[in-house]
């Protein structure tokens, strides 16, 4: 089989097609559940709960225990896919790894930030 490449041409071993392979579908269930669960986080932690209730009157503020339950729930999902696509040995898996590494970063920053609000620190 040959694969094209920018306009270079080369040969795969026999057996071996271009594309990766596929997730098994319950690393594929969980990976897109960890993702729909990170875009619902981070529309109702920076949307909803900053701009729309207090718009509508409903909050004027974010509870920072909300916030920080969004938080480690969003990092328990991460570590999850993290290991389950190491348990797959995904070909992507690194540049997950990356990904997951930045936004848990970011993530435990803002638990801190929560933790020192609760805490009156």
């Not at 089989?1 to 969980?30: F, K, Y």
């Not at 509508?56 to 909300?66: C, E, F, K, N, R």
């Not at 690194?94 to 920053?109: D, K, P, Q, R, T």
């Amino acid at each position: 089989m040959v694969t094209e490449e920018i306009g270079v041409s080369r040969a795969l071993p026999a057996g071996q097609s271009g594309v990766p392979p596929a997730l098994p579908a319950p690393a594929q269930r969980a990976l897109t559940f960890g993702l729909l669960l990170s875009a619902l986080r981070c529309t109702v932690q920076y949307i909803v709960l900053p701009f729309v209730l207090p718009w509508i009157g409903v909050a004027a503020s974010i509870p920072a225990w909300l916030t920080l339950a969004l938080g480690a729930l969003a990092i328990v999902f991460l570590v999850r896919n993290v290991r389950r696509l190491w348990k797959v040995r995904h070909a992507r898996r690194w540049s997950y790894l990356l990904v997951a590494g930045v936004v848990s970063a970011s993530l435990l920053l803002f638990v801190f930030v929560d933790l020192r609000t609760l805490l009156h620190l």
